[in-house]
């Protein structure tokens, strides 16, 4: 899901903070996943690419087993429960294929997957009501999400990059940015999302 960034990084000083973010990587897995994402592009797709991106995100969210409201669908959530908001772009559309996976099949029927309202929920009361997990845990799902849905856009040659910085993985850069992008990936590893390969 789209975020506000918390701190922008200039363009000019891009490079040296992605520098510096794959110099405090000291895991080699991690290292290869931050390489991964880093060969993508910082600009998020446009015109025709971002709807050819749309269409291979639908389909790759289908194959986990989401079901997709038909176009034109009116949707208070990006995911009420029973469907995903197909009207989206990628990112967001891999996102939250990656929440769906992460879900045990309880959340999965909950509004936003029980963690609340996200971003662009347009009833954030009923998402309100409808999360079911402490904030802490909310917010651990929400990385684990976001990273894989990033891994997930570079795999598929989608700008992974833009995702990467929108979804502020370089806050921290000085401190503990690395470190939780590892933990992450751990995470991911541990429950067989994420094979490196």
């Known amino acids: 899901m789209p975020l506000t960034i918390l701190t922008p990084i200039p363009a000019d000083q891009l490079d040296d903070a992605l520098d510096l973010f794959g110099a405090r990587l000291t895991d080699p897995t991690a290292r290869s996943a931050f390489a991964l994402i880093r060969a993508t592009s910082a600009d998020r797709a446009q015109s025709a690419a971002a709807e050819r991106d749309r269409l291979i995100a639908l389909a790759f969210a289908c194959r986990y087993g989401m079901a997709v409201h038909p176009p034109g669908t009116e949707c208070a959530y990006n995911w009420d429960g029973a469907a995903l908001d197909g009207d989206t772009e990628a990112y967001v559309i891999l996102h939250e294929a990656a929440h769906f996976v992460l879900a045990p099949p309880e959340r999965r029927a909950l509004i936003d997957f029980g963690l609340g309202p996200g971003p662009d929920t347009c009833d954030r009361a009923g998402a309100e009501r409808a999360a079911s997990l402490p904030i802490l845990e909310r917010e651990a799902d929400e ?24 979804q502020n993985w370089l806050e921290g850069l000085e401190r503990s940015a690395a470190a939780h992008f590892t933990a992450m990936l751990r995470r991911l590893i541990e429950a067989n999302l994420w094979s490196g390969a």
Do not use: K, T, V, Y
């Open 143 to 166: 990385a684990a999400a976001s990273l894989l849905g990033i891994l997930w856009e570079a795999r598929l040659g989608q700008p992974a990059l833009a995702s990467f910085l929108d």
